[in-house]
């Protein structure tokens, strides 16, 4: 008995132990994951700080099949394999709602090759750089800036100027970079859509905004609205929760899909699927993906 008494100790202890010294894969001073009630609605909110001299969360978009054929899902798996995963999306607008033939709509350049040069009326521009930042900016100002390359500092008018257009494509793909237009909803703390103006279907919404605590520190928020709303109407009440409820400046606000494409894995900080919110789509489904990760 007393031998028995022993061993089950040593396995609770072992327990115990494996449990404090569990490997976590994100540190949660970083990232912060809750349910949230304001104004009436519930918000699913994924609150990441940069980190401002190791830039610690960084994003990858993965916006189509690359020329050896491989689809966005193998893409995915195959870079995720050592990877501190936060959180994996859909990203914007597809023409087509089976993965397998889907295109994305507007320019896009994905990790520096040029997938569709065309641009569409969207005002907003976002990119993913190499080293993991992301920025957006409003077409509609023809002053893009871009950090790195023979182009760097340059205002560009890539909606309006072809030649801009053409030098920023070259940019992209000396630096690796990954583009692709979307709709702008929120730039500089202003909404940019209006009711007249945007979807009036109403359904659960997700957006990523960008924009700085009262703190001054950078933040990377994503923010899930499970209420059925039309476009303007969500975007006016999770800013206003943006501002109000997280004390946070908006710098832009972009539409991540949920039609479509409502894909959505998020990720405790020991690397376990979180049941806070799920998309409903599988990522193996996936014909565009964003995704944040720590490193």
Not at 134 to 139: C, E, G, H, P, Q
């Amino acid at each position: 008995m007393k031998t028995k008494l022993i061993t089950l100790a040593l396995i609770a202890f072992i327990g115990l132990s494996f449990t404090a010294y569990k490997v976590t894969t994100y540190d949660d001073e970083y990232v912060q994951i809750s349910t949230v009630k304001h104004g009436g609605s519930e918000y699913k909110v994924v609150y990441m700080q940069r980190g401002a001299s190791g830039k610690r969360i960084k994003a990858k978009y993965f916006a189509a099949k690359d020329f050896n054929g491989r689809k966005v899902p193998a893409r995915y798996k195959s870079w995720a394999a050592n990877k501190n995963i936060i959180c994996v999306t859909s990203g914007t607008y597809m023409d087509d709602c089976d993965a397998g033939s889907a295109k994305p709509v507007g320019l896009t350049v994905d990790n520096g090759v040029l997938v569709n040069k065309k641009m569409e009326s969207f005002d907003g521009l976002v990119i993913v750089y190499a080293t993991g930042g992301i920025v957006a900016t409003n077409l509609e100002n023809k002053d893009l800036k871009v950090q790195g390359g023979n182009i760097s500092g340059t205002k560009l008018d890539i909606a309006g100027n072809n030649y801009h257009r053409t030098q920023f494509i070259k940019w992209c793909k000396s630096q690796e970079a990954t583009v692709f237009q979307t709709h702008l909803l929120v730039y500089k703390d202003q909404i940019k859509v209006s009711s007249s103006n945007s979807s009036s279907s109403k359904r659960e919404r997700r957006f990523l905004a960008v924009g700085y605590d009262d703190d001054g520190e950078l933040i990377h928020c994503i923010v899930h609205a499970p209420e059925n709303a039309t476009l303007y109407k969500a975007t006016k009440k999770v800013l206003n929760f943006l501002n109000e409820f997280k004390e946070m400046e908006v710098t832009y606000m972009v539409n991540l899909d949920t039609g479509c494409q409502n894909i959505f894995d998020l990720y405790d900080k020991y690397g376990r699927l979180s049941s806070v919110v799920k998309g409903t789509t599988s990522v193996s489904n996936a014909a565009n993906l964003l995704v944040y990760y720590y490193e």
